[in-house]
Nanobody, 120 residues
Framework: QVQLVESGGGLVQAGGSLRLSCVASGSIFSINAMGWYRQAPGKQRELVAAVTRGGSTDYSDSVKGRFTISRDNAKNTWDLQMNSLKPEDTAVYYC??????????????WGQGTQVTVSS
């Protein structure tokens, strides 16, 4: 029905930057909230940042001031700009979206995940 594909992960030194991108495709009527989550080894998946269709944003305290989420409603894409990266940001990052399908039903969709590794 709907697929999310992430890109942009990789290895970076502490203090560096990475930009993650997510693109949604399929039977999409509209995308409501878009977000990025992460899961480090041995830890639960946590919200990193989210943005509503109207542009309101929310960030975890650990990334405020360093990460910025943005979206392009026309292209069904959203990005996460990550600056001043720290080793503790190392995790698998997942994009997530609340999607209204062309059938008008709603689904919660996840990407496959992309690894971000920050070396000290």
């Amino acid at each position: 029905q709907v697929q999310l594909v992430e890109s942009g992960g990789g290895l970076v030194q502490a203090g560096g930057s990475l930009r993650l991108s997510c693109v949604a495709s399929g039977s999409i009527f509209s995308i409501n909230a878009m977000g990025w989550y992460r899961q480090a080894p041995g830890k639960q998946r946590e919200l990193v940042a989210a943005v509503t269709r109207g542009g309101s944003t929310d960030y975890s305290d650990s990334v405020k001031g360093r990460f910025t989420i943005s979206r392009d409603n026309a292209k069904n894409t959203w990005d996460l700009q990550m600056n001043s990266l720290k080793p503790e940001d190392t995790a698998v990052y997942y994009c997530n979206a609340g999607v209204t399908l062309t059938t008008r039903s709603t689904v919660d969709v996840w990407g496959q995940g992309t690894q971000v590794t920050v070396s000290s």
